[in-house]
């Protein structure tokens, strides 16, 4: 996900404060810890698959403030 607000947002304040989360997609919940550090070529991915999502031909948001979600186990700490 990118983060207009950068930092600034309170869902990002909020998964920097406890980053287990739960995402549905569909009628399917799962478990996903955020994760605020992408290594270079998993942000220019990440920017290049919302560009040509939801701003196509305008370049990548490799350079936005990007959270990652990898699945969790719900008993993590």
Known sequence: MISGGGERSHWVKNLQADPLASVRVGQSSHTVRA???????????????????????????????????????????
């Not at 994760?35 to 490799?62: I, N």
């Open 35 to 77: 994760r605020f550090s992408l290594d270079p070529d998993e942000r220019v991915r990440a920017g290049e698959t919302l560009a040509q999502k939801y701003r196509p031909g305008q370049g990548s948001w490799s350079d936005g403030f990007l959270v990652a979600f990898d699945p969790a186990d719900p008993t993590d700490p």
